[in-house]
């Protein structure tokens, strides 16, 4: 079946080190590739996400891009910011089996000091 | 709603106790979704309804755990003689419908602790 697996963490950087949190799964077809964050004491929310292969999802000045070659969809952000710190998943769904449900990877926890 | 209201957001129980989580998703979010977290772990899909479909349950655990949905609107989520493993914050989301590329939008969780 589908599954998604993120680099362990936790992940620990400087303000305005650069991020790659690594993220790679296994689905038939073309699934959807996401990823979700959680800041402390908030709700899971959509970081970004992307629909087809070589596309680019960016946000807050986070991007990914899905690499079907590599079956990846590493997360990278140039500079980070103590604000940064959270949980990161990354998730699919859709593929082959073309439901909704979002399978996710185990998480990985980011910490960024001043 | 404006968003995706779980209650209670915090529930302890004594092992054995049955319990009830409720969540109330987005108005005109067809599809509704249940997730637990357990501590420093990632997210373990339960359950997923979708209009008048038969719910997807491949997720839940055990027969002590079930779900139920009216129309598209609240879901429950009930654990029938609690244990200690179930532990765990549980979460709901709803999305507009269940195609691949749908994005879920996540309630606040209820944290469930089993003495």
């Known amino acids: 079946g589908n599954s998604v697996t993120q680099m362990e963490g936790p992940v620990t950087l400087s303000e305005e080190a650069f991020l790659t949190i690594n993220c790679t799964y296994t689905a038939t077809g073309y699934p959807s590739l996401f990823w979700y964050v959680q800041y402390p004491g908030e709700g899971l929310q959509l970081l970004l996400k992307a629909t087809k292969a070589d596309d680019k999802g960016s946000n807050k000045g986070f991007e990914a891009t899905y690499r079907k070659e590599t079956t990846s969809f590493h997360l990278e952000k140039g500079s980070v910011q103590v604000s940064d710190s959270a949980v990161y998943f990354c998730a699919l769904s859709g593929g082959s089996s073309n439901t909704g449900k979002l399978i996710f990877g185990q998480g990985t926890t980011l910490q960024v000091k001043p | 709603g404006a968003g995706v209201s779980q209650s209670p957001s915090n529930k302890v129980t004594e092992k054995g106790k049955d319990v009830e989580l409720r969540c109330d998703p987005i108005?005109?979010?067809?599809?509704l979704y249940w997730y637990r977290q357990r501590l420093g772990q990632g997210l373990e899909f339960l359950i997923y309804?979708?209009?008048?479909?038969?719910?997807?349950k491949s997720g839940l655990p055990s027969d002590r755990f079930s779900a139920e949905r009216t129309g598209e609107s609240v879901s429950t989520l009930t654990i029938q003689r609690t244990q200690q493993e179930d532990s765990a914050v549980y979460l709901c989301?709803?999305?507009?419908?269940?195609?691949?590329?749908?994005?879920?939008?996540f309630g606040a969780g209820s944290r469930l602790t089993v003495l």
């Open positions: 989301a709803s999305s507009l419908d269940i195609s691949g590329a749908n994005v879920l939008t």
């Open positions: 309804f979708q209009g008048n479909s038969a719910p997807d």
């Open positions: 108005s005109g979010h067809t599809a």
